[in-house]
């Protein structure tokens, strides 16, 4: 707005500090002179009011001179505008009060709380205390404080975090203020409202040690737990803050129990500084540490607890002595095999969702290297831990590998795919929402692609309709010319898998002694002398079942009219002669 002539006359009166006396007159002749008090003006590209003005200036004189001419102090103290800092950054919301304060003078800021009344918890976006510990003003600080103005213990910042003046402080670093604040005797082991955070806590997290010393002195408990049950050494650990945490296990480890103390050592080695540059001291740490707790489960009588060996984690098992470590000690891959079974075994009886993010993260890891087995299978196991936790889980991840392999023409194993297909059974995913119905289709789309084959016979697609489809198959259904099964046709041919598909298909319940048109069983076909070998170990001795059914087709007795038509028994007697004799096929399934 354009400055009237008067407010640029008062304005050069009350930059020279009304040094003539005329403050008070003139304005005592304005008739307007709560509007002209109350308004902001642009000067110098700030918009302030002539009270923030005078406040900027550090003219007590002028402020009081002002305040006693105005019908409304409370309106006119409160009222906002937008000032430079020491560092020329704009500051929206300053108040005359913040303006005084961020410019020292003090004596000014006195006399607008204790003749205004002005709020000291009407900052630019937090309280003036708060305000003055993220800029790091310990003068303005001090002000407050010694002049009773301020609660150091409840004034909290605006924000979700909620901290007061102790706990932003020590997060921030800032030791001088944090000793000042206990000489002052803030409440040391004071908590957040909602998620129950303390300086300790916040000191942790940060990485302050001399901060984390000097609170841990002042009596402050290691103890405290917040909204999710994380101590500070818990705290330390989760922000990669190895110094605070070797500190925290030196000054706690009498009072930790024994799984917090694995659970301490484990994410040490699953730590990210510790992966990639752990230094010779802090690998003696988190060794002496193993150690330590080797020696109190002895002295405590602890009993062993060993999961059985799963391929998820290589088929390791914890170790269970001292002696054993030591062997692992200088192998990064067994160490991070060693950390997931730890916690394995202790957070997943508290049904502690963060037992699964290094076992995604370690997916994501071999997925980068292409061990896409490995992957698939730690996810797999991981899929049954949410699970088994009550999670809410997803094939999403599944979907994702199994196409990065397409992509990258690497075979998917169809044994593998058929674990994760049996997935879409478990209970968890049978809820028919949208995301679940489109990974199933997603897999039958995959699982299309991974029959698309140029070569048969094909193990993996007979593996694949094996093991996902023989309860709608007829293992020993016949072609309609030469009435062929399916062990007449693979018998013939001399490819290295032919032999391990007349296993899985011997497996799968297909008889060796079915004769085709030409009174000709598989063995008959069978060109090479592995495959004759095969086929005669697995046919003898006969069956009876099999021998009864080749005496009633070579007697010709009259069996149709004794069973009904459509039975299985007719079906088998049929496989076993009666294709040569031309005798319709009666049945579907043997």
Not at 452 to 460: A, G, I, M, S, V
């Amino acid at each position: 707005m354009t400055i009237p002539i008067v407010v640029k006359e008062l304005y050069t009166i009350i930059c020279q500090g009304d040094s003539s006396n005329e403050l008070g007159g003139r304005l005592t002749l304005l008739p307007n002179v709560d509007e002209i008090l109350n308004s902001l003006y642009e000067i110098d590209g700030e918009h302030i009011s002539l009270l923030m003005l005078a406040s900027l200036y550090g003219h007590d004189n002028v402020v009081r001179i002002i305040l006693s001419q105005s019908t409304n102090v409370e309106n006119l103290v409160e009222l906002t505008g937008r000032v430079y800092d020491a560092y020329q950054s704009p500051i929206s919301s300053a108040t005359a009060l913040w303006c005084a304060c961020n410019e020292g003078h003090y004596a000014l800021a006195r006399t607008l709380i204790e003749i205004g009344k002005a709020s000291v918890d009407h900052g630019p976006r937090n309280p003036l205390l708060i305000d003055a510990v993220i800029n790091n003003r310990l003068d303005t600080i001090q002000f407050l404080v010694e002049n009773n103005y301020v609660d150091i213990d409840r004034t909290q910042q605006n924000d979700h975090r909620k901290y007061n003046s102790l706990m932003l402080s020590a997060c921030d670093g800032q030791t001088e203020i944090v000793t000042y604040l206990l000489e002052k005797g803030a409440k040391i082991d004071q908590q957040t409202p909602i998620t129950y955070e303390t300086a300790l806590g916040c000191a942790a997290i940060g990485g302050h040690l001399d901060i984390v010393k000097l609170l841990y002195s002042a009596g402050a408990s290691t103890n405290l737990r917040n909204h999710i049950d994380e101590t500070p050494l818990i705290l330390a650990l989760k922000s990669d803050r190895l110094h605070i945490t070797e500190y925290l296990i030196d000054i706690t480890i009498n009072e930790l129990s024994v799984e917090e103390l694995e659970l301490i050592a484990s994410s040490m080695i699953l730590s990210t500084e510790y992966n990639i540059s752990m230094n010779q001291a802090q690998r003696t740490s988190m060794i002496n540490l193993i150690r330590q707790i080797f020696q109190i489960t002895k002295e405590r009588n602890y009993p062993e607890s060993v999961m059985v060996p799963i391929k998820a984690y290589n088929h390791q098992q914890e170790c269970q002595t001292i002696e054993e470590f030591d062997q692992i000690q200088n192998d990064p891959d067994r160490l991070y095999i060693e950390a997931l079974l730890i916690r394995e075994r202790i957070l997943m009886s508290k049904k502690d969702k963060e037992l699964c993010a290094p076992l995604l993260e370690r997916g994501e890891e071999f997925l980068n290297q292409g061990d896409f087995e490995s992957c698939l299978h730690l996810w797999e196991h991981t899929f049954h831990l949410y699970e088994n936790m009550g999670y809410e889980t997803s094939l999403d991840r599944f979907v994702w590998v199994f196409c990065k392999m397409l992509i990258a023409n690497v075979p998917i194993p169809p044994q593998l795919f058929i674990q994760i297909c049996r997935l879409t059974f478990e209970p968890s995913e049978q809820d028919n929402n949208l995301p679940t119905l489109r990974n199933a289709l997603y897999l039958v789309a995959i699982a299309a692609k991974i029959l698309e084959q140029p070569n048969f016979p094909n193990l993996p697609a007979t593996q694949l309709i094996l093991t996902h489809g023989l309860r709608w198959i007829n293992i020993d259904a016949v072609d309609t010319l030469g009435g062929n099964t399916s062990l007449h046709i693979v018998s013939q041919s001399e490819k290295l898998d032919a032999l391990s598909i007349v296993e899985l298909l011997i497996n799968a319940g297909a008889h060796l002694d079915c004769l085709n048109r030409y009174n000709k069983t598989p063995f008959d076909y069978a060109k090479t002398i592995e495959m004759q070998t095969l086929l005669q170990k697995q046919q003898t001795p006969s069956l009876l079942k099999c021998l009864c059914a080749r005496h009633i087709v070579t007697q010709q007795l009259q069996y149709e009219s004794i069973w009904p038509a459509e039975t299985r028994l007719n079906t088998f007697i049929y496989l076993h002669g009666c294709i040569a004799e031309d005798i319709r096929f009666i049945g579907e399934h043997p």
